[in-house]
């Protein structure tokens, strides 16, 4: 077993993400920015030594909550789903992982660290005996041809899309600076219809785009009926070999029109174009499956210096679900 360690560099100094095949657009200096700036919090890129060698990099950031200093790799709320270590195909991330413990609460003085790496596997965090939530999700294997993806789909995800098409519904790639208007004013009849409020603001909505879509790895899509009213919008990164679900809404109203299914399909196809070969749909959700997609399960591990953390955790979980609930009441 190797000794790994991990120092601490600016961006200036940090090896280029480019370098490793296992990066992925949640790592990059600007979707840290974008959490940065959403959720005050410092932006962590640290290099992995194998004794003087570079080996590989992590990537995190540090938020306070009750006065502690928490290291996340993400953090839940963060709507980013994946981080960790980006490492060279010779080095064990159960090591990388053991060399991360050690560096969160000695070095960076955190009392709690979350990580979840895309490339760990369950097996592994249950041999080294973490606290961990399995997050279950669908992915899409985007090297079929067109016409085998399509006929994966659910025949009634099929009908939908066919029927978008006979109705009128066009979908366009959005660059202007309305979108973000047009996806939270849609993202908010969503959940009016569960008597809830969005879990993120608009402003969040609007840094993801401000910093994520002159890099080209920001794909958002709209959908608009025959007269040319935008009913239905979806966001879409990607990078490397993957592309991802962000975020996708639709007013009730039009959806008997189906843009959602059409939405789905215009992203797949866009991304596949330009060499994409996965689509991560980020997170379950039974409406998911009709796509066509396999399961995956990712281990979003927990570490905690002291034990009564991961219940003060928890109950803040809690307390945010119940605000929402609180909000959508009043709302309606």
Request: hydrophobic share 40%.
């Amino acid at each position: 077993m190797a000794i790994l360690r991990l120092l601490r560099v600016v961006y200036d100094e940090a090896p280029a993400l480019e370098s490793f095949d296992d990066c992925t657009i949640f790592q990059t200096i600007q979707w840290l920015n974008f959490v940065a700036c959403t959720q005050k919090a410092e932006p962590v890129i640290a290099v992995v030594k194998d004794g003087e060698h570079t080996v590989g990099r992590f990537t995190g950031l540090i938020v306070r909550r009750y006065g502690l200093r928490i290291l996340g790799s993400p953090f839940p709320g963060w709507t980013t789903p994946y981080m960790g270590f980006n490492l060279k195909p010779s080095i064990s991330r159960t090591d990388a992982l053991l060399a991360l413990e050690s560096f969160a609460f000695r070095d960076l003085k955190c009392a709690h660290l979350e990580i979840m790496d895309r490339r760990l596997s369950l097996d592994e965090v249950q041999r080294l005996g973490y606290r961990y939530k399995a997050y279950n999700g669908l992915e899409i294997d985007l090297t079929k041809g067109y016409d085998e993806l399509f006929s994966a789909m659910d025949p009634a995800c099929r009908r939908c899309i066919r029927k978008a098409n006979k109705v009128g519904v066009q979908v366009e790639e959005a660059k202007d600076v309305s979108f973000v208007d047009d996806y939270y004013a849609q993202l908010q009849d969503v959940f009016a219809k569960q008597n809830l409020v969005p879990t993120y603001s608009k402003e969040r909505v609007r840094s993801l785009v401000d910093n994520l879509l002159p890099t080209g790895r920001l794909l958002l899509v709209r959908a608009r009926d025959s007269e040319g009213a935008c009913i239905a919008t979806g966001i879409f990164p990607a990078m490397n070999d993957t592309m991802y679900f962000w975020g996708g809404a639709s007013y009730r109203s039009y959806q008997i029109l189906r843009p959602n299914e059409v939405v789905q399909w215009f992203a797949m196809r866009y991304w596949k174009a330009r060499g994409i070969i996965k689509y991560d749909f980020g997170g379950g959700g039974e409406y998911k499956r009709k796509y066509g997609g396999y399961d995956i399960a990712v281990p979003w591990i927990r570490i905690s210096k002291y034990p009564v953390l991961e219940y003060l955790r928890n109950g803040a979980r809690e307390l945010f679900a119940f605000k929402q609930r609180i909000l959508g009441f009043r709302k309606r």
